[in-house]
């Protein structure tokens, strides 16, 4: 540069067509050039410093600001300016420009990630004391439903109320997936069930149309219910947001046996499949190969987490999840499923008969109305309760009992303790005291490991809040066998 701080002469590596999408020639001889291609909210203050670093002739300077690419995509930019002087006299300015997109990016993922942490914490939180809530309102709906059982309109009221209820449950199932991840806690599963359920719910009052293929003799599937929800959620969700303009969504399922011959990473054996076939704008190539990554996302709005996490549920229950589609034709999302080889309970409206049940249970949980509701739950099974606060208080009561010769034959022991000793810590000293002690966990954080592997932490069963007397009373009976504590 001269005197006056005009070009004389410059010089662009080739390397600066890759950043910035132009070619060398592009910025040669116009210092106004490159301010063309600067994000225009970044431009005032990289003028700004510009003008001071002129100003205090400062020999050296950093930045960072965005620049618009060639291809219209935005860059992030890190600048680093060498003034060289002669008598005072500004005679060149060397710069070295470093494309550092990839690294904000990832700093802003780590932002997200951090941020999601925070809010997956307050999600738990209240997922787990919103459980709490309903495992009181089904406790009192179950009872009221033997009050009533010869009151068929009555008790169908209730039903359609407990139904409910285990929809919110749902709810709270997404929360905690959203908070912790999880361990899946899997039971057998009527999958046709749940595909016509939640996609005729998520449809409704839209101008997509549902058609289901769906044999009946469709085999059912391990898997945990909340979470399994989700996935379907997020696809029939993905397939509506694709077809604005209307269209049909095509929900098929079929038994399959894999044989291993072919490329899915799939032990061998019996799945059921489903899939979600829209008729919306598709997917380019490029994109289909990162629909499954993070913050990945073609809309304009969303977090890109959804097919993310709708991929890490279904490998947690060890199947697999694939995706094909043709711009402008639509897209088909495929989910295998491990078969069950388990038997479903059907759901009946009429109000459960409990055969009678003997023994004496020690119920520990830091909820007040959960006492009462599972003392009342309990008696009503013929069993004899006492209740706990907390583990303290629960180790303090099975060690006197044990000691006057009249131990308690089952514990239930909530696993998470707000400031207390909760079920995991409590069940170890538990089983110092007896070995042979037969112990239940219960609690609303269903994706804890401890919920899903309760054999391994030294449990017979487990119940999950919130839950209907017919939960609790099937898991006593799994624990017992023949029915009798003594």
């Known amino acids: 540069v001269d005197k006056s ?7 662009y590596s080739p390397v600066i067509e890759k950043i910035t999408g132009y070619p060398p020639s592009y910025f040669d001889g116009d210092k106004n050039t490159w301010s063309k291609i600067v994000h225009p909210e970044d431009l005032p203050d990289l003028r700004t410093r510009n003008k001071k670093i002129f100003i205090e002739k400062q020999k050296e300077a950093r930045t960072e600001y965005r ?8 860059k992030f930019i890190r600048s680093a300016v060498t003034l060289n002087f002669l008598d005072n006299d500004l005679i060149r300015v060397d710069g070295v420009l470093m494309d550092v997109t990839e690294m ?11 941020k999601l942490e925070s809010i997956g914490v307050l999600a738990g939180g209240i997922a787990h004391d919103f459980n709490n809530i309903l495992t009181a309102i089904l406790g009192n709906i179950s009872l009221a439903r033997l009050m009533v059982k010869d009151n068929e309109k009555i008790a169908g009221r209730l039903f359609e109320a407990e139904k409910a209820c285990l929809r919110a449950k749902d709810l709270t199932q997404q929360l905690l997936t959203f908070s912790k991840g999880g361990t899946p806690v899997k039971k057998a599963t009527s999958l046709s069930e749940m595909l016509k359920e939640a996609t005729t ?6 101008n997509v149309k549902a058609r289901f293929d769906i044999p009946q003799n469709i085999w059912l599937v391990d898997a945990d219910e909340g979470l399994l929800a989700q996935v379907i959620n997020n696809l029939v969700i993905n397939a509506k947001q694709a077809m604005p303009q209307g269209g049909e969504l095509n929900i098929r399922a079929f038994n399959y046996f894999y044989d ?4 899915l990473p799939l032990k061998r054996g019996k799945y059921v499949c489903f899939q979600v076939e829209d008729q919306g704008v598709g997917i380019d190539e490029k994109s289909l190969q990162k629909i499954f990554d993070p913050y990945f996302t073609t809309k304009k709005t969303g977090s890109g987490l959804g097919l993310a996490v709708t ?4 490998k947690k229950h060890n199947g697999h999840i694939t995706a094909r589609s043709k711009v402008g034709k639509g897209t088909t999302f495929s989910v295998y499923l491990p078969a069950s080889e388990k038997s479903l309970q059907a759901e009946k409206q009429q109000t459960e008969n409990f055969a009678p049940l003997k023994g004496k249970v020690l119920l520990m949980d830091d909820e007040e109305v959960i006492r009462e509701i599972g003392t009342e739950m309990l008696s009503s099974f013929g069993l004899r309760v006492e209740v706990a606060k907390n583990g303290k208080e629960a180790i303090e009561k099975f060690k006197k009992e044990m000691q006057n010769s009249n131990p308690f034959d089952l514990v239930i022991l909530d696993l998470t303790i707000p400031g207390g000793m909760g079920g995991k810590e409590t069940i170890k000293v538990l089983q110092k005291v007896n070995q042979e002690i037969k112990a239940i966990v219960s609690s609303g954080y269903s994706n804890d490991p401890v ?7 030294g449990f017979k069963g487990v119940v999950i809040k919130p839950y209907r007397m017919a939960d609790m009373y099937s898991t006593l009976k799994e624990v017992l066998k023949d029915g009798q504590l003594n």
């Open 311 to 314: 991929f890490s549920i279904i």
């Open 104 to 114: 904000k990016k990832a700093e802003m993922e780590l932002m997200k990630i951090q």
């Open 451 to 457: 919920m899903a592997n309760y054999k391994s932490y």
């Open 201 to 206: 719910f998520l449809l409704r009052g839209s």
């Open 5 to 11: 701080g005009k070009i004389i002469d410059s010089y």
């Open 67 to 74: 620049i618009i690419h060639k291809d219209g995509s935005i």
């Open 260 to 263: 291993g011959h072919s490329d």
